[in-house]
C-alpha cells in the first residue's frame, strides 16, 4: 500500500493499550499452561493465547519491532525462508519438539511406557503448604514452545508478504 | 465467605436466567445483521456484538452452574474477540493487517 506514513501509524490510544494488554494476556497464558493437569488449560492453548499476545505486537508496532527491540539488531528482509527471525521461531519449535519427546523417552529410560506420566506431592512447603508437581508439565511446555514457534513463523512469514 | 452458587438467592437465579435470555436474543438479532448487513463494516460489528454477547453468556453460565471453568472460557475469548477487533478494523482502514 502507498501512502504517507503518518496515516498509517496507529494512535497513542492503540499504542499504550497494547503495552497495557499484552502483559496480561501473557500471565493468563502461563496461568492456563500450569492449572492444564487439572483444569482446562495446557499447553496448546496457552501457546495460542501467547501467539494471540505476539500478534497483537505485529498490529500494533509492524513487523519489525520484535527484532529491533527484542534481540537488538537490525531486521533482515523477512521475505523467504530461513532469513530474520524466523529462524528462532524455527529454534523454539525444535526446543519444544525436543522437551516433548525427550520427556517421553525419559519414561522410556525408567522402564515404563513411552509417555507414562506421575505426580507428586511435596508437604510442609514454605509458602504453599501443599506443591504439587505432575511430570506432565514438562510434555505441556514441549507443545507450548512447539505451538508458539509454529503459529509466529506462519504470522512472521505471511505477515510479510 | 460461603461456598459460591451451592444455592444461589431466587432473585439472582431469575436475573441470571433472564440475563442469558436477554444475551441470547441479542445475539440472534447481530446474527441478522451479520448475514444482511449491506456494507462490511456492519457486518464486523455484528461478529463483535456476538462475540461479546457469547462472553456474556459464559459468564452468566458460571454463575448459574458454579462452575469456575466457563469464566476462564469468557476471559479466553474477551482476549481474542479484543484482537480480532483491532485486526479487522486495521484492515478496513488500512487494507493491511501487518505491515
Known amino acids: ?9 496507529p494512535t497513542v490510544i492503540a499504542r499504550t493499550v497494547t503495552r497495557l494488554v499484552v502483559p496480561v494476556i501473557l500471565v493468563t497464558a502461563v ?9 482446562p488449560g495446557g499447553g496448546f492453548i496457552a501457546g495460542v493465547l501467547t501467539t ?10 509492524g513487523l519489525d519491532y520484535l527484532e529491533t527491540e527484542l534481540l537488538h539488531r537490525r531486521p533482515t528482509v523477512p521475505f523467504g525462508t530461513g532469513t ?5 521461531y524455527g529454534n523454539v519449535f525444535a526446543a519444544g519438539l525436543a522437551v516433548a519427546g525427550g520427556g517421553g523417552l525419559a519414561a522410556v529410560a525408567l522402564g515404563f511406557p513411552f509417555l507414562t506420566q506421575g505426580v507428586a506431592f511435596f508437604e510442609g512447603v514454605p509458602v504453599y503448604h501443599e506443591f504439587e508437581i505432575a511430570s506432565a508439565v514438562v510434555f505441556d511446555l514441549g507443545v507450548y514452545a512447539v505451538v508458539v514457534g509454529a503459529l509466529l513463523t506462519i504470522l512472521a512469514v505471511v505477515g510479510a508478504e | 465467605m460461603s461456598p459460591v452458587a451451592s444455592e444461589l438467592p431466587a432473585f439472582l437465579d431469575a436475573a441470571v436466567l433472564g440475563g442469558l435470555l436477554l ?16 456494507t462490511v463494516p456492519d457486518r464486523v460489528v455484528g461478529l463483535d456484538t456476538i462475540g461479546t454477547n457469547v462472553v456474556a453468556i459464559a459468564a452468566l453460565f458460571a454463575i448459574q452452574t458454579g462452575r469456575g471453568l466457563f469464566v476462564t472460557v469468557s476471559l479466553v475469548l474477551a482476549i481474542i474477540g479484543f484482537i480480532s477487533t483491532i485486526a479487522v478494523a486495521r484492515f478496513v482502514r488500512e487494507g493491511d493487517i501487518i505491515e
Open chain 2, 23 to 38: 444475551a441470547s436474543a441479542v445475539t440472534l438479532l447481530a446474527g441478522y445483521r451479520v448475514i444482511n448487513g449491506p
Open chain 1, 84 to 88: 530474520g527471525i524466523v529462524r528462532e
Open chain 1, 31 to 39: 496461568a492456563l499452561l500450569l492449572q492444564g493437569h487439572n483444569l
Open chain 1, 1 to 9: 500500500m502507498s501512502g504517507g506514513s503518518l496515516d498509517r501509524e
Open chain 1, 52 to 61: 494471540t499476545a505476539f500478534a497483537l505486537i505485529y498490529i500494533i508496532y
